[in-house]
């Protein structure tokens, strides 16, 4: 029987001391580009406008009929046209998951004005994180396999179903490499693949195209979600995704994520980064009925004695806001325990683009690192009235102009995966 | 089933199933170019023979089709050789 732990891993050098890097040795990994697409629109400036709007990308899913399943809900990428970002050439070989983390990262590279082609092949890596990988390609082809038989499956279901397969693709369209990777562990992976990012940037390379995306939306993909008893049936797109509301009934999915360029401080020149990633620790959740606490609480503690900060110095947690109740509550436990009852704003802006999976963590981050830029706290929409139980300081009703130095973003992924990153501008 | 492939036929296919830029076409002298040379891989050419099988009835063993189809003209020739054979 494996050794029963719950351990929360901080990261394995610089513990506490990310800040000197001179003093202490390590490089400081900062993100110096974001690109998005999301429900919330495609790019940077379109999604920060809905953030600020509470413009939300929910509606009834467009890509298939949903008539005939219980969850007929969505956040979808309004107007992604793969054309306008992936050559004719390379089109039919990918799955709109790999489209869309393209745009995402085209985006990113020119935000960060990074050129790869400019750099060394082998100091710039890509880790990216997928939990569905290329589920509607792979649906395609299994239709394929089961009408017409298996001489008829395409040859690029071989590469395009597979949860590398961005980065895999986004490597070669750069010219990237370095240690490349992808993280499979649902909602945490996002942050994970930032905190990975940071471990190769403290090794030595250069630059990695971290983040993530999900693109999940046809029947294979949401019938597979289905399966996991957390997802929302309530149809109705303002009340259906209202994390840690009294009336909180699970979550929706989305599509969609963000890719985060993050890179060797020491090597930026004039360029000026979003912010640090300043702590980062990531556990594990006990099996269910063991009687102990959830990862949470200890990895936030992890990730904040990474960072060596203490609680009182965080401006703004950006929570994992999994919409059912008991999750809502637990979170809520977690929080109070590390940050006092309402001793830390709290804001959930996913309640625009319903849970992105991979792409929830990731576009978190950016959001997170967009607050700071512009000392904006982002609400949360479609919440209303706090359950009782989640005795948090949820920014309701409209953004709050607020200074912000430190963000803690926060991700819980189906099986017990659980990460949290601590963000830091100068 | 076409008794006959053009290279229009062979252009279709590729934009469709295998990947080609929209502004470039398979006449001219990159009709004789190498497949690998306009940075197709191995698996790009199984897709393609995969497809020409379908939409022509001919057969092509994997180690054919990378034999074989190496340009879009000996592409096009292989298929309508396989096709005149089978004619007679």
Request: hydrophobic share 40%; aromatic share 6%; net charge negative.
């Amino acid at each position: 029987m494996p050794p029963e732990t719950d351990d929360v891993r901080p990261a394995e050098t610089g513990k506490g001391q990310s800040v000197t890097m001179n003093a202490s040795g390590v490089r400081n990994a900062v993100i110096t580009g974001i690109g998005v697409v999301a429900p919330t629109g495609i790019g940077t400036d379109a999604h920060w406008q809905a953030v600020l709007r509470g413009k939300s990308g929910i509606g009834r899913i467009t890509r298939f009929d949903p008539a005939s399943y219980p969850v007929r809900l969505a956040g979808q990428v309004p107007g992604f046209v793969a054309r306008d970002h992936v050559s004719g050439r390379l089109l039919p070989q990918m799955d709109v998951w790999t489209h869309m983390s393209i745009a995402a990262a085209d985006a990113a590279l020119a935000d960060a004005d990074v050129n790869p082609a400019a750099r060394p092949e082998y100091d710039m890596a890509v880790v990216t994180a997928s939990s569905s990988g290329g589920t509607e390609f792979g649906q395609q082809e299994m239709v394929r396999l089961y009408q017409e038989g298996p001489s008829r499956v395409g040859a690029y279901q071989s590469i395009a179903w597979f949860y590398a397969a961005t980065t895999g693709q986004l490597a070669i369209r750069y010219g990237m490499r370095g240690p490349c990777g992808v993280v499979c562990n649902e909602q945490a992976g996002g942050l994970d693949s930032l905190g990975h990012a940071r471990r190769l940037i403290r090794s030595g390379t250069g630059l990695v195209v971290a983040g993530g995306l999900d693109a999940s939306l046809c029947p294979y993909g949401l019938t597979a979600q289905l399966t996991n008893g957390r997802i929302s049936t309530v149809d109705d797109p303002d009340g259906a995704y209202v994390p840690f509301d009294a009336s909180a009934s699970g979550y929706l999915p989305g599509e969609g994520g963000a890719i985060l360029i993050v890179e060797d401080e020491e090597a930026l020149g004039d360029r000026i980064p979003y912010g640090r990633i300043a702590g980062y620790a990531s556990g594990i959740d006990p099996a269910p009925g063991r009687g102990r606490p959830r990862a949470l609480g200890r990895v936030i503690r992890g990730a904040l004695a990474d960072a060596g900060i203490a609680p009182r110095d965080v401006d703004v947690v950006f929570a994992d806001a999994m919409g059912t109740p008991e999750d809502d509550r637990d979170e809520a436990a977690a929080l109070a325990e590390v940050f006092g009852a309402r001793g830390v704003p709290v804001t959930a802006p996913k309640t625009l683009t319903g849970r992105l999976y991979a792409g929830g963590g990731a576009l978190d981050v950016a959001t997170a690192l967009l607050a700071m830029r512009h000392n904006v706290l982002p609400h949360t929409t479609a919440t209303t009235q706090l359950a009782p139980g989640c005795e948090i300081d949820l920014v309701l009703g409209d953004p709050r102009q607020r200074r912000l130095h430190t963000a803690v973003v926060v991700v819980r992924g189906h099986g017990g995966f659980t990460a949290a990153v601590v963000l830091q501008r100068d | 089933m076409p008794k006959h492939i053009t290279i229009d036929d062979l252009t279709e296919i590729m934009r469709s199933s295998i990947g080609l830029d929209d502004d470039v076409e398979l006449t001219g002298d990159r009709s004789e170019m190498d497949f690998a040379d306009m940075g197709y891989d191995s698996l790009a050419l199984i897709e393609l023979a995969s497809q020409l099988q379908h939409r022509f009835g001919v057969k092509i063993s994997d180690d054919e089709a990378l034999e074989r189809l190496r340009s879009p003209h000996t592409a096009v020739s292989y298929v309508n050789e396989q096709l005149a054979g089978q004619a007679v």
